[in-house]
């Protein structure tokens, strides 16, 4: 059985907050439908959709086939986003094809209040920072549970060429982590991820440039030096907008 969205009614506030007043609660996979369907706002007809990877993406993927007609295409961050924007019908573009997105939605593991994230949970880190590099606008869609004041409770994701893992392990461990390799897993870059524990990261710009400066680390999934731009964050009352300062 499938579950039928709440109802809403919404409106968009004076500082930019779009106010969903929801009529039943909601379960948290209704919340990220919710922060999925308020970000279809931001697509340009005419344009092509940078797209993100995730349970919450997922969610943004089927909104966007019911307006597969007004968009030219959307590139994919990973494999997997990629095989259900074909089985929506929509066409693909490769990044290489590409030289702007006018926006790029995708979900996020944490959030702080400056809109930079962790992502990397499902392991396409490096391709959602690559789109994301090029896009105008980064609009993230979550749930309330991904909002932080500090990262690092949720293990960062590193990908890593395979060949480096023990050695880029020691030096993870250096900084003060706890780095585990997520054994049985390959990206689709076919490397590594190591997922470092217990960190607390209140410079996340910073922490982000030292560990781009390790040999043998392909991407990190601190996204500091490019967040968002926008977080359209679902909580039970309704989505909230916030913008980056």
């Known amino acids: 059985m499938t579950s039928t969205p709440p109802d809403t009614s919404c409106s968009f506030g004076k500082m930019q907050h779009l106010h969903c007043e929801y009529s039943v609660e909601m379960t948290q996979d209704e919340m990220k439908q919710a922060a999925a369907e308020a970000a279809l706002a931001y697509v340009e007809d005419g344009s092509i959709v940078g797209v993100g990877t995730g349970s919450t993406a997922n969610f943004f993927i089927d909104g966007l086939s019911r307006m597969k007609e007004r968009i030219r295409g959307a590139v994919a961050s990973s494999e997997a986003s ?109 490397n590594v991820i190591i997922d470092v524990h217990g960190l607390r990261i209140e410079q996340p710009a910073a922490f982000e440039t030292t560990l781009n400066q390790i040999v043998g680390i392909v991407t990190n999934g601190l996204f500091a030096h490019r967040g968002a731009d926008t977080l359209l964050l679902a909580t039970p009352q309704g989505v909230r907008e916030l913008h980056a300062a």
Request: net charge negative.
């Open 82 to 190: 990629a095989t259900l924007l074909s089985a929506h019908g929509i066409k693909l573009f490769d990044l290489n094809e590409v030289d702007e997105l006018l926006v790029y939605v995708d979900g996020a593991d944490e959030i702080n209040p400056a809109l930079a994230m962790i992502k990397g949970g499902g392991g396409a880190l490096t391709r959602e920072k690559i789109v994301a590099a090029i896009a105008r606008r980064f609009v993230c869609i979550c749930d309330e549970s991904k909002q932080v004041d500090v990262l690092g409770r949720f293990p960062l994701p590193i990908e890593v060429i395979p060949v480096a893992t023990t050695q880029v392990t020691r030096r993870l461990a250096a900084l003060g982590g706890r780095p585990e390799l997520r054994h049985g897993f390959i990206t689709d870059n076919g």
